[in-house]
């Protein structure tokens, strides 16, 4: 039960950072709401945000690198049990030290000149920490990525 535990904790750490934060954030026109913004968000707090999610970037390079650690060990042909249950516990961690620097970091913000309103912390929240989540077009491929047509373009 112990095993199981954790496994959930760490589960639910990550799922829990991949929602509300990630390192990256970009700028919106100051007062625009709508899809992907911060609700009448100044640019001021546009900018406490990013700086907010600048501060976060070393905790989440480590979450993301102890998360491919584990998907390497859980899709390798040969199943070391011990080293995924090490790399469960690593990712725990540093998990546990992302949310509580976010924590720590957000609080920072709300006590500040620029603190979001209930409107916008939702918002943001909602967006996984990047104001502009769902803007933009289709994107394209990988760099380096094969044509999706194959015919060479």
Do not use: C
């Amino acid at each position: 039960m112990k095993n199981i535990s954790r496994t959930s904790i760490a589960l639910v750490l990550a799922v829990a950072g991949i929602a509300f934060f990630s390192p990256a954030i970009y700028g919106q026109a100051p007062g625009r709401g709508g899809r992907g913004g911060l609700p009448g968000a100044t640019a001021q707090q546009l900018q406490a945000v990013a700086e907010m999610n600048s501060a976060l970037a070393a905790q989440s390079s480590a979450v993301t690198a102890t998360r491919d650690e584990l998907a390497a060990l859980t899709f390798a042909s040969v199943k070391d049990e011990a080293a995924v249950k090490v790399a469960v516990e690593k990712l725990r961690t540093a998990e546990l030290a992302l949310a509580t620097r976010r924590g720590e970091e957000f609080a920072r913000l709300q006590a500040g000149p620029n603190k979001l309103n209930p409107e916008q912390v939702a918002a943001l929240i909602a967006a996984g920490g990047n104001p502009n989540a769902g803007r933009g077009g289709r994107g394209g491929p990988a760099a380096g990525a094969p044509p999706a047509n194959g015919r060479g373009n």
